[in-house]
């Protein structure tokens, strides 16, 4: 910028985006933080509401529980994510490709809320699937598919397989086709040209996808509450019971710390497939 030192200008830039952070991230957070070590009441300093958390056999369930589904979430995501992002990259026509990913983020294009209500619709006793499984005669009685733990996985599938979708299909958009076509000139099937050149390098997409579908499901309250109902604990709705039936900011502040912290552990062991790991 004119009349600044060059050094100066490169703040100047980044000064906004600091202050956003360090206002609506890092002091809530520090604030969140120091209230953690206040037990209910503001009696006290300590680590009272920390040691409840690793002394309450109901608080690590919880913990176990968020990630139990976060992890299968991550994983029948992927699965189902890679062969899809394939085809949209290497079978469906360049020409048609734009209007293919434009129908695959569809989902993303309804409120949050809706996807979760219409999955309980369709997942109920009487809902679509119970009705069309009784009606071609394979069931005789409905059968339990809403407030459980597979409601709850198909409603968070149902969106971030779309997301692991998109960042797959760009590391595979950004690989030369000349890489297979070596493979075959050296002698490599197509499953061996898959398995050691294709996957490995689109291993940084799949863990950026990964990661943030790990994120954004292990800190989710919405879809766990509406499909899954109180049938099982997850971190969330551990914390929101902390705030809406006890009004214990305390212990709600210390879980929302100890979440936290799980995401920063899983930041800390995917950071190298993420390329952001300093050399």
């Known amino acids: 910028m004119t009349g600044l030192p060059k050094n100066s200008t490169g703040w100047f830039c980044v000064t906004p985006a600091l202050l956003f952070t360090l206002l609506f991230f890092v002091l809530p957070f520090l604030g969140m933080a120091v209230l953690s070590l206040f037990p209910k009441g503001g009696e006290g300093f300590?680590?009272?509401n920390y040691a409840q958390f690793f002394g309450n056999p109901s608080y690590w369930r919880?913990?176990?529980n968020s990630l139990e589904v976060t992890a299968i979430v991550t994983a029948v995501s992927i699965l189902l994510a890679y062969p899809f992002a394939w085809i949209l990259a290497n079978v469906v026509p360049e020409r048609w490709q734009r209007l293919a990913l434009m129908l695959a983020v569809l989902p993303f294009?309804?409120?949050y809320v809706v996807?979760?209500?219409?999955w309980l619709l369709v997942?109920?006793?009487?809902?679509?699937i119970n009705q069309m499984l009784m009606g071609s005669g394979m069931l005789s009685a409905p059968v339990q598919l809403?407030?459980?733990?597979a409601a709850t996985v198909i409603g968070f599938v149902h969106f971030f397989v779309m997301l692991l979708t998109l960042t797959i299909y760009a590391n595979l958009k950004?690989?030369?086709p000349n890489y297979r076509k070596a493979a075959a000139d050296l002698g490599a099937g197509p499953v061996s040209a898959f398995i050691h050149i294709i996957l490995p390098l689109t291993l940084p997409g799949i863990m950026v996808g990964a990661f943030l579908t790990f994120v954004l499901a292990i800190g989710d309250y919405i879809t766990p509450q509406i499909l899954g109902g109180n049938n099982e604990l997850l971190l969330p709705q551990l914390i929101m019971m902390q705030i809406g039936r006890r009004g214990d900011f305390s212990s709600a502040s210390a879980l929302s710390v100890i979440l936290m912290a799980v995401v920063t552990i899983a930041y800390l062991a995917s950071a190298r497939w993420l390329k952001i790991e300093r050399t």
């Open 109 to 111: 294009w309804t409120s």
């Open 123 to 128: 997942l109920a006793e009487n809902g679509v």
């Open 174 to 176: 950004q690989l030369p």
């Open 62 to 64: 919880a913990l176990v």
């Open 146 to 149: 809403a407030n459980s733990r």
């Open 46 to 48: 300590g680590f009272e």
């Open 115 to 118: 996807r979760s209500y219409s």
